[in-house]
């Protein structure tokens, strides 16, 4: 039921409706618009609405109070939808941290102890600890005191035979630290065979888990979601500025918990075992998404001068979050480097393996918050570029997340600059996804119907090219093509945009090189992370600008890293050990407070840069090109 | 609201009516008489009742169910008083662990952090340790997630100036322990002088608490309260078996809790500290109580071969027990050595400082479940003695816990044979508590009114002896001159009584000290604990034979032995090393399986001992008299 004024957004949202909604209901974005068919609204309306969409009865549902009873059409290109994210469970992640042993943090141990007697009437419990160190040599075990509330029952039920889980949280432990296995479980007979646990990466935009079964190092089950805070806010800022809203933070964890609750649930059906058999919680996320999952203050992160709340926190017990797991898992989360640069960016260094390679690498995260990483085994520098939300479609005319509709490839005919485009899925064209925007830049330019300052040439023989509400556009699609039953275009505006996102992660990487006094073609690898980055062509994004001219064979894709490293953890706790180690070598440098990166990010407000001595193939293929 | 039918004993306890009730409802002790002045009440008549008490409308509160409106009045024997609890606080015990550090488990530490800046972002958790580090030269701390919670703003509020609360749970932590300090708690400003903790004594009967000052290491307050669970049976035991049913356990360790929180409250009160400057709570208790009270199965306590479920027992989180106290306060208990060998007599041990001294010391706590320790510094060899009911007045027929008007003292003239009593608090009396029935017994033993068998002289010239309805009884009051309006006798049955429980005890004694191969005479000292221990007269105790015949003067009382070593661990990290030591050190003998346990105990039965030579002192005094 929803109460005569309240808010559609938050109404859609309790309904289970998925909006899309990039400001978390600030009315900046326009991304959350609906179609009031009857009843209705009280609406404040805002410049995203034009003349025209508001005559059509087109509101921002976060804008808009309900008051009355409504029928309500949710707009093709507002509308999260499922497919690309189903697709892309299908791409695997390249493996590239080698040479680590197989030894997860989480071990089960069978047990067969003999039954109290007169003569040897211990307690349970050193019956117990007794056992674990005549038959595996194991001392010094710590134990849960949940494991006291099931012991008795569980070493009768089972006969004197019962299956002991520990954990530990570090390898080789560093001086004064814990370095007993702790014991998290206990179970009747022999369930050796029952060993599982879960990873996940706790992204802004989604969540994604992996099953993983412990015994053989595999993956059973991969599943991913929108995280439930999408709602609420595209990116981090938006986030942690709900959470400073009465009862903010607790809506945003409880978000992000169910939404775990139902990627595990499907883990679970999928691979029809059972919740009880789950005996850890391996999570990557930024920091924001670590705090809000941990329910701690965010305020910190976004005020000058930036500080997380901590950089390593310890293993919480996941159902006290209000995760569906027995109690005795325990959730443990990867630590960060700082506010903007954080635990997925460590799992994503692991994963990749960077610690454990001579090789200098560029590592980068490519997204509304790029994370760039340089280094190789004996050092790392890193920063965080706030490149906006322009590679997820935000601040772009027509830009919509990567979904079964969005243009994704571009071609031109240089002769009659007619476009050729692609779509996922092969639907009729709804929307262009980042991906498809760098496409269409670099089609754009190197058929010199843009020039390298991202201006039309607005003299060429085209009706395609016109002048719209934002200025000079081109058509990519007549409405007549589309879903959605208007001319699909890329606008100067939205060049811009992309220029400037482009421009932040090229700077960053720039400012980060100098620091440390490596030239760009040093560099031996360059790995790309995130799903974002996995879409992208690597050629048209060097002819932008977005990444270094470098030979092609240099470039590897990792997928989604973070998720990477949270697997590999959960079957190493060397590389437990490493990403602490990883966590604290990593130094970071705060791009925003740098001269050096303001100037560089200037620079790089140019197809594909200012100083053309930074791109030397492009700039030969464009010049080749013009001549 | 009682519904019709319920249970009478039930509902009085659910209306805070305080009855006692010494076998736990069974309907076998009779200690739960009421008298119905008006309504009805369906009630199963036991033995317990006499023609005379069933004509005068007295019930077994247990054995009755509530069927209309009820007036009932408790008699006054049946009611649990609150006037001897508060006497005995004023008692000191005496201290006799000595040379032990003044180095509280917790500690206070005010820090002035610098606040960050875009050169020193830190995050908080970093700021503060490295604070720490700084500071105060404490690396390698770990952290409760709780502090997380608090730690943004607790440094904010108090302007980068803070106290931060450290527990150790170890001084000298042996090979893989942890030895880290955990950081338990974050206050904004300067909070030192503001440093307290709680010590308790969980026992079957009452439970006992003191706040303490860590910083002077002074009592602040103590307060008494009988343990809720006191009306749901007598002794462990009883207690156990009302764990058994269902909802059970819960109840018992709810029962426990209220009483804990009554006395914090009290505490808390008088003191006028506030609840969240507490910091810690330290307790303990036998380990049935322990284990009730961490809502842990106890049935294999009670079970042969006598399993506890732990001796060593993890800290944990107090409020999760349902107490009333900040959650960053920890639970710690001490450790056990057996079922019926709990933690309440390692804190004795480690109170009296036995561990500290080469004197050969035999310490005794009496009661229904007598505990005794034989050992040094050097090893300690330990029994448990299940010595019944006797000493703290259960069956006994005018027996009553130790309260105003019970019978403390008694003389006899040897010529009429005419008592002299005296009774707690002057008032006239109304039955007879277990040191007063230790007197009575030792007196009319002197004056050869009984003989060494325990049984009376029937020819006497005194019309105080007769025959009544339990045989052969001694009239100590005239109903006139009592509380309850009929007379007042010691009764053959009632010595025999005794006689068991003393002979239960100095036969665990001999067991004891035979097995280790020393005599009575060896020993240097004799510690007395428990609260009734503290009211006996040693003379007599040693005619009766229930203490050893050794000189007056090696016989110390340390009164609450359990608070006392809770206080002191609660002051001395370095005790607190020493409790888990003595508590792996102590042998523990199983008296319920030894041949050698029932020829003594049977020998004992006799006034003092069936072979004197045990008894020289008396024998002679004895033999004396007889002449």
Redesign the interface.
């Known amino acids: 039921m929803v109460e005569q004024g309240e808010n559609l957004l938050q109404a859609a949202i309790s309904a289970g409706v998925r909006v899309y909604a990039s400001c978390g209901g600030a009315g900046t974005c326009g991304t959350c618009k609906v179609k009031i068919e009857s009843g209705e609204v009280a609406t404040t309306r805002t410049e995203k609405l034009s003349d025209e969409e508001y005559q059509q009865g087109i509101r921002q549902a976060c804008q808009s109070r309900v008051m009355t009873n409504l029928s309500v059409y949710v707009l093709v290109e507002s509308r999260l939808e499922k497919v690309v994210l189903a697709s892309e469970q299908k791409r695997v992640s390249q493996v590239l941290a080698s040479g680590w042993r197989f030894k997860p943090p989480l071990s089960k141990y069978f047990l067969e102890l003999s039954p109290?007697?007169?003569e040897?009437?211990?307690?349970?419990?050193?019956?117990l600890l007794r056992g674990m160190r005549r038959r595996y040599n194991l001392?010094?075990l710590?134990?849960?005191?949940y494991v006291?509330?099931k012991?008795?029952?569980a070493l009768r039920k089972g006969k004197w035979k019962v299956t002991v889980t520990t954990l530990v949280t570090a390898s080789k432990p560093?001086?004064?630290?814990?370095?007993?296995p702790r014991v998290i479980n206990i179970e009747p007979g022999d369930s050796r065979e029952k060993h599982y646990s879960l990873a996940f990466d706790i992204g802004t935009t989604t969540i994604c888990g992996q099953l993983l079964e412990l015994n053989r190092g595999k993956i059973v089950a991969e599943h991913i979601a929108y995280n439930g805070q999408i709602s609420y806010g595209n990116d981090v800022i938006a986030r942690i500025n709900f959470s400073q809203k009465p009862g903010g933070l607790k809506k945003l964890q409880k978000a992000t918990v169910a939404t775990m609750n139902d990627v595990i649930e499907e883990l679970l059906a999928t691979s029809r075992v059972d919740a009880k058999h789950i005996g850890h919680l391996m999570v990557a996320g930024n920091t924001t998404m670590t705090q809000i999952l941990?329910?701690?203050?965010t305020?910190?992160i976004r005020l000058?001068?930036?500080?997380?709340?901590?950089?390593?926190?310890?293993p919480?017990e996941a159902a006290s979050l209000g995760i569906k797991l027995d109690k005795h898992v325990h959730l443990y989360t990867f630590p960060?480097v700082?506010?903007y640069v954080g635990g997925d960016i460590v799992s994503g260094v692991i994963g990749a393996g960077i610690h454990q390679r001579k090789t200098l690498t560029f590592f980068m995260d490519i997204g509304t918050n790029g994370e760039i990483v340089i280094g190789n085994s004996d050092w790392m520098v890193t920063a965080s570029c706030s490149a906006g939300p322009a590679f997820e479609g935000g601040g772009v005319k027509h830009g919509i997340v990567a979904s079964e509709g969005a243009i994704e490839d571009f071609d031109i005919d240089h002769a009659s600059l007619e476009p050729k485009i692609d779509t996922i899925g092969g639907k009729k064209p709804k929307g262009i996804c980042g991906s498809g925007l760098i496409n269409i830049i670099a089609g754009l330019l190197e058929a010199r119907v843009i020039g390298q300052n991202g201006k039309f040439h607005r003299t060429l023989p085209t009706k395609r090219i016109r002048k719209g509400s934002d200025g000079y556009e081109y058509v990519l699609s007549w409405a007549k093509e589309t879903q959605i039953g208007r001319d699909i275009v890329v606008t100067e505006v939205d060049i811009d945009n992309l220029m400037r996102a482009k421009a932040a992660m090229f700077a960053g990487f720039q400012t980060l090189s100098k620091s440390v006094g490596i030239e760009c073609r040093d560099f031996e690898q360059v790995i790309i992370a995130g799903a974002f980055g996995n879409n992208i062509n690597i050629e048209k994004a060097i002819t932008i600008g977005l990444l270094p001219d470098l030979p092609v064979d240099r470039f590897i894709f990792v997928g989604n890293g973070s998720l990477l490293g949270a697997r590999l953890t959960s079957f190493s706790t060397d590389l437990l050990d490493d990403a602490r180690r990883v966590a604290q070598m990593m130094t970071n440098i705060?791009l925003s407070?740098s001269a050096d990166f303001m100037n560089n990010y200037i620079a790089a407000l140019f197809l594909p840069h200012t100083n053309a001595r930074e791109f030397p193939t492009v700039s030969k293929r464009l010049a080749k090109i013009s001549k």
Do not use: M, Q
Not at 142 to 145: I, R
Not at 304 to 314: E, H, I, M, Q, S
């Open positions: 109290p007697t007169a040897d009437n211990l307690s349970d419990l050193s019956r001392s010094h710590s134990v849960d005191f006291l509330k012991l008795a029952r560093r001086a004064g630290e814990e370095r007993r941990l329910g701690l203050e305020k910190y000058a001068p930036y500080t997380p709340l901590a950089n390593f926190f310890p919480v960060a700082a506010s705060e407070e």
